[in-house]
């Protein structure tokens, strides 16, 4: 039997399939939709991306996800479910791209500003920031996505923008996401650890051009790692450290 549901962008066509019940009254407010076990069973897919597709329409107001309950059908309103189209049609690599290419656009001009404009605050922060990043690094082998989003809001708040900090906070929450699916590539943290040491090092020389530059390549080279990763996500291979390019050295 073919699955209702293919393998591509699974987590997406749950929650297409989830939004139209929910759109066409099968599934009113108030009302529990079908539990993970009988979704999984119906859908043929894993119950990995039923959970994720759960917890984005939690993100976006249209569920409750309540323990030895289920997910609780919320009033939904137009703002809602636009945002819900929009997150399910683009959840894997349309919206990946969009949201890498936006922040190539915001985070290269923080970049430079912040070279012209960093104050000894800010450049502590930037450095403990890295200091963290490089504690977890050694410790655990891991980094939390919250210390390296650290890193880069410490350079947005140095831009002394208060609307580029503004868009900062805005795709940040998006960009864990992001990172914690990078988490599996090989060698991803020594790059970013090194990537970033480089931009911090052009703004405390206060080279705004060399903080650009820096910026462009760790983002290139980040949105290597977000292909590698989205790629094995989608086909269930393993790690292809031989596959991602290393960082240039800083």
């Excluded at 996800?65 to 609780?72: D, F, K, Q, S, T």
């Excluded at 070279?115 to 963290?132: C, G, I, K, N, V």
């Amino acid at each position: 039997m073919e699955p209702l549901i293919r393998r591509r962008t699974l987590t997406s066509q749950v929650i297409d399939h989830i939004l139209e019940q929910i759109k066409s009254g099968q599934v009113k407010a108030g009302e529990r939709l079908p539990t993970e076990k009988q979704l999984t069973a119906t859908l043929q897919v894993s119950r990995t991306c039923v959970r994720e597709a759960m917890k984005s329409l939690e993100s976006l107001g249209l569920v409750r996800i309540r323990p030895r309950v289920g997910a609780i059908v919320q009033e939904p309103t137009p703002a809602s479910i636009l945002s819900a189209e929009e997150f399910s049609q683009d959840i894997q690599q349309e919206r990946t791209d969009r949201l890498l290419e936006f922040r190539m656009i915001v985070e290269v001009g923080l970049a430079s500003l912040a070279a012209e404009r960093a104050d000894t605050r800010d450049l502590a922060a930037m450095e403990s920031a890295l200091e963290r990043y490089r504690k977890e690094m050694q410790t655990a082998n891991a980094v939390d996505c919250r210390t390296d989003l650290a890193f880069h809001a410490a350079l947005a708040a140095a831009s002394k923008n208060p609307l580029g900090q503004s868009v900062w906070r805005m795709i940040s929450a998006r960009l864990a996401e992001v990172l914690e699916r990078n988490s599996t590539v090989p060698d991803v943290y020594p790059n970013t650890l090194r990537d970033h040491l480089r931009i911090f090092r052009a703004v405390k020389e206060r080279d705004p051009r060399k903080a650009r530059l820096a910026m462009q390549e760790h983002l290139e080279n980040a949105d290597r790692v977000t292909r590698v990763a989205l790629c094995e996500s989608q086909d269930g291979s393993g790690p292809r450290a031989a596959r991602l390019p290393k960082a240039l050295p800083g």
